[in-house]
């Protein structure tokens, strides 16, 4: 049994995999990931774990890991399931990688563009020939509104929320117009773009935020939740079999 664990900002995403297929699955702030693990059926069966993490990993999560026989970290030095032209792996997060790994593995022979509505909107692009090109970042709904309450006098720290209007009339009201609206329409313009470089273009919608837009959105989209989730076990399984 596999566990395959992605540590965020505040919470962990974490699937129990048997046979490529996820078995039990849950989303938790990091204080309770491990009585919750500890008390999954499954847990006394992991035999591997594979964790992807942009920040510095706990230390009573180190050390539970560790208390596993093999445990695999995604990182640059990770063996890939695709090619990459990308100039400068170092720097690249382990997350995207494992959304390219994850397109690689659920869609081989398909142009891709895969994206991540997190605190940042990560856009990768993989082709058919299972080349990744590399993509674009931007600033993702939650980093807005922060920059909106900390730049500026006055403007109130707001959670996302889909309004069905045209303009605000009220404060929070434009806000909330101004951010969805925004990656909306941003949303829309690289898909656009990348459509018309690569035929057949199939998009997939990924991350926290991806709830927001799937709907609005009116290309071939794919909203996968547990995707990254996949591009992890993906690296684990070319990396350790």
Not at 178 to 206: A, N, P
């Amino acid at each position: 049994m596999d566990l395959i664990v992605d540590i965020g900002n505040s919470r962990i995403k974490w699937a129990f995999f048997e046979n490529d297929m996820i078995i039990e699955h849950g989303v938790v702030l990091k204080a309770f990931f491990l009585p919750e693990i500890k008390a999954q059926s499954t847990f006394n069966e992991i035999s591997r774990i594979g964790v992807c993490s942009v920040n510095k990993i706990p230390e009573e999560l180190l050390k539970f890991f560790s208390s596993v026989t093999t445990i695999f970290y995604v990182n640059s030095d990770s063996m890939l399931t695709f090619k990459s032209n990308y100039k400068s792996m170092t720097s690249l997060g382990a997350d995207r990688l494992a959304l390219v790994a994850a397109a690689q593995q659920e869609y081989p022979d398909d142009n891709c563009l895969i994206i991540d509505l997190g605190t940042c909107i990560t856009y990768e692009l993989k082709d058919a020939k299972g080349i990744y090109h590399g993509g674009v970042i931007s600033p993702g709904c939650t980093s807005r509104y922060r920059a909106m309450h900390n730049d500026t006098h006055g403007l109130p720290q707001l959670q996302a929320k889909n309004l069905d209007i045209v303009v605000g009339e009220t404060t929070e009201e434009c806000m909330h117009i101004g951010v969805i609206k925004g990656v909306h329409q941003e949303l829309r313009g690289f898909i656009s773009h990348f459509s018309g470089i690569y035929k057949d273009l199939t998009v997939i919608l990924t991350g926290g935020d991806a709830h927001f837009f799937e709907k609005k959105l009116k290309n071939s989209i794919f909203a996968h939740s547990n995707f990254l989730l996949k591009g992890i076990h993906s690296l684990l399984k070319e990396n350790l079999n």
